[in-house]
């Protein structure tokens, strides 16, 4: 395999959300995959990203403690902000 056709771990992290719902192409998810053959940092990555997710997805908004959802929504609409 040629050096470019290499992913690095940038893109790795860029593409993992479309690798998780399975919307790359495939020769992009070898790409990906070859990747994770030798990098112990994105395999942790990867499966960092798989908790979140499953955590996450366990959540309603009526089960975060309303002081909690100020504190989230505080943090995003300054993020937000500083992002401009």
């Known amino acids: 395999m040629r050096a470019a056709d ?6 790795l992290v860029e593409l993992v959300t479309d690798y998780l719902d399975g919307a790359l192409p495939p020769a992009e998810r ?6 994770l053959v030798y990098c112990p940092g994105c395999i942790y990555h990867l ?14 908004e009526e089960s975060i403690p309303a ?4 504190q989230l929504l505080g ?6 902000r500083s992002a401009r």
């Open 6 to 11: 290499h992913l690095s771990c940038a893109e």
């Open 30 to 35: 070898v790409r990906f995959e070859e990747h």
């Open 67 to 70: 002081p909690v959802a100020g």
């Open 47 to 60: 499966d960092q990203m798989r908790r979140t997710i499953a955590l996450t997805g366990r959540l309603t």
């Open 75 to 80: 943090a995003f609409r300054d993020w937000k």
